[in-house]
């Protein structure tokens, strides 16, 4: 309407004849085109600002939630390993009480062994970084530190990884396996049948103080041990690193944890 209004008036002054009149009323017409563009590109901006306040609020929602589901992963595995270290003491124990039974050892060791592997969840960090987004989060002090804790995250990761290999290859030694006397293991004693139980070593390797698989064992129990407390600090390191962008993260508006 208004640019049809200014149009009128400089067909006007043309038509009388006041070309002064009309270079006026043409650069009041320019300049209301010009002011109608920046007032589109301001509300352009403010949309846009808009969106990536709501996507910079759901992202720190979303990397909060991944931490206390770590906290509680942390608590689970540091528990699994507890009780792995308990076990472990109580079969030192068994072995060293003279007689023993070999089946209940093994059967002991089976389960003291299992690996539980920490997986903690990185997803809505791993997604900003990889989507180029962390330009969205404009607190710096809380980015800063987000990007220091996935380079700690990703050290205690490779930390938990080297105790399992040391784990893994002390417990793979299959010269020593071969006169372990697996058969004795329930699992595998229910699947061999007896032709194949008699070709297999009987020992009894567990009453003897003197044979080199019982030191050996008996060792590699003092090493599993050390490895399992070496576990738990490495958790209970991360757990503590986590405090701080825990705090910073909860101070942000999160609709998801207000809902």
Known sequence: MMIKFFRKIRQKQLSEN????????????????????????????????????????DYYCRILDDFELNEKLIDETSARITNKIKLSKELMSDLNNIPNDRSLILNKHVVAIRQDVFVPSNIAFEDITSSGQLKLLTDLRLKNRLIQHSTFLNNILNLLQENRNVIIDRMSDFEFMSEFGLQDIDYLERELDREHIELLPKNNWTNDPNHPIFLKFQDNLVIYIGMLIRQKQHLSNLKKEMQEPIELLKNKECKNKEG
């Open 18 to 57: 006041k070309f002064s009149k009309y270079l006026l009323y043409a650069l009041g017409e320019i300049i209301l085109v010009v002011i109608g563009i920046l007032i589109a590109l301001q509300i352009n901006n403010w949309n846009e600002n808009r969106k990536n306040k709501i996507a910079e609020a």
